[in-house]
T-cell receptor, first 114, second 111 residues
Framework: DQQVKQNSPSLSVQEGRISILNCDYT??????FLWYKKYPAEGPTFLIS?????DKNEDGRFTVFLNKSAKHLSLHIVPSQPGDSAVYFC?????????????FGTGTRLQVTL | DVKVTQSSRYLVKRTGEKVFLECVQD?????MFWYRQDPGLGLRLIYF???????EKGDIPEGYSVSREKKERFSLILESASTNQTSMYLC??????????FGSGTRLTVV
């Protein structure tokens, strides 16, 4: 049962335009959400996060929006740059007694074209 | 910066071999994790540990075990490697509830 879903396996965007990556979740116990970026042959690197008490968090070109009622979050990248081309994973966290573990989506491959 | 080091970038092992994947972190984190990444499946949690000698099963623990004898080191063990364990293995560690640092990964091929 996939608790965190990224329904778009790939996305192509022109340089300078906005990239919007989407993520849906089913577990209402999730209280923290993160986006990771992954280049080939490297581990994922943390990009941005948001707590369930907020609906928006911004860091430079990256903004994450959370809609709790819809159990949906999105990552906006403006403006998109060629170096943003990577796989983006959405992750969610819920305290489970001993430790918080991250549950990941299946990833969206973003290609930023010139 | 937190550093999470995985001992090997690439490994090729034979079916039936016992395989050890090592992970070391340098920031005194309580929590350490092992994930595997497969195309179309994202990152799936195999095991995690919240303290020395403590471990909990993740979503796909079958065929794996772990060891955490020291706080900085978390080992993943494939008791008898099989071809369906060919994958990218990623170790992560973190102190707080949220957000972890990943190592560069070990690409394991079982032939």
């Amino acid at each position: 049962d996939q608790q965190v879903k990224q329904n778009s396996p790939s996305l192509s965007v022109q340089e300078g335009r906005i990239s919007i990556l989407n993520c849906d979740y089913t577990n209402s116990m999730f209280d923290y959400f993160l986006w990771y970026k992954k280049y080939p042959a490297e581990g994922p690197t943390f990009l941005i996060s948001i707590s369930s008490i907020k609906d928006k968090n911004e860091d430079g070109r990256f903004t994450v929006f959370l809609n709790k009622s819809a159990k949906h979050l999105s990552l906006h990248i403006v403006p998109s740059q060629p170096g943003d081309s990577a796989v983006y994973f959405c992750a969610a966290s819920a305290r489970t007694g001993t430790a918080s573990k991250l549950t990941f989506g299946t990833g969206t491959r973003l290609q930023v074209t010139l | 910066d937190v550093k999470v080091t995985q001992s090997s970038r690439y490994l090729v092992k034979r079916t039936g071999e016992k395989v050890f994947l090592e992970c070391v972190q340098d920031m005194d984190h309580e929590n350490m994790f092992w994930y595997r990444q497969d195309p179309g499946l994202g990152l799936r949690l195999i095991y995690f540990s919240y303290d020395v000698k403590m471990k909990e099963k993740g979503d796909i623990p079958e065929g794996y075990s772990v060891s955490r004898e020291k706080k900085e080191r978390f080992s993943l063990i494939l008791e008898s490697a099989s071809t369906n364990q060919t994958s990218m293995y990623l170790c992560a560690s973190g102190r707080s509830n949220y957000g972890y640092t990943f190592g560069s990964g070990t690409r394991l091929t079982v032939v």
